[in-house]
């Protein structure tokens, strides 16, 4: 990437998933940061602010690091996965979920997630992101109510 009018020139990107509001130094977070030359401390406490309304839940946070060691960083929505665990009350999947069902979830509460997801889904619409977050769901072994 070449500078243009003055822009700082991104080194590498990195993808993490960390708990909301809970991030810590500790792996994974301190050893990608760090063999960057990111202060560590300055990213979990900045991460922590903007995602202290995610309590403990996975977020996936992408990371601009800079020539200059500076860095700035974009959150993401939680993963559909986790939005449905939470939705379902469940804390994990299912093992076989077309046998076993752990769960289920109601249209109101797919949509709801869809709308949440709605900008990192690869979706024109709120249906086709619908059925997108029910085949997850599915895949789960978690059942869809009306």
Known sequence: MAKAGGKKKVVVQIKLQAAGGQATPAPPIGPALGQHGVNIG????????????????????VINVYQDKSFDFIVKSPPAAELL??????VKGSGVPHKEKVGSVTRDQVRTIAETKRNDLNAFG???AQRIIEGTARSMGIELKD
Not at 42 to 61: A, I
């Open 85 to 90: 665990k939470q939705a379902a009350g469940i």
């Open 42 to 61: 300055q990213f979990v406490s900045q991460f922590n602010e903007k995602t202290k309304e995610h309590n403990g839940m996975l977020v996936p946070v």
């Open 126 to 128: 709120i249906e086709q």
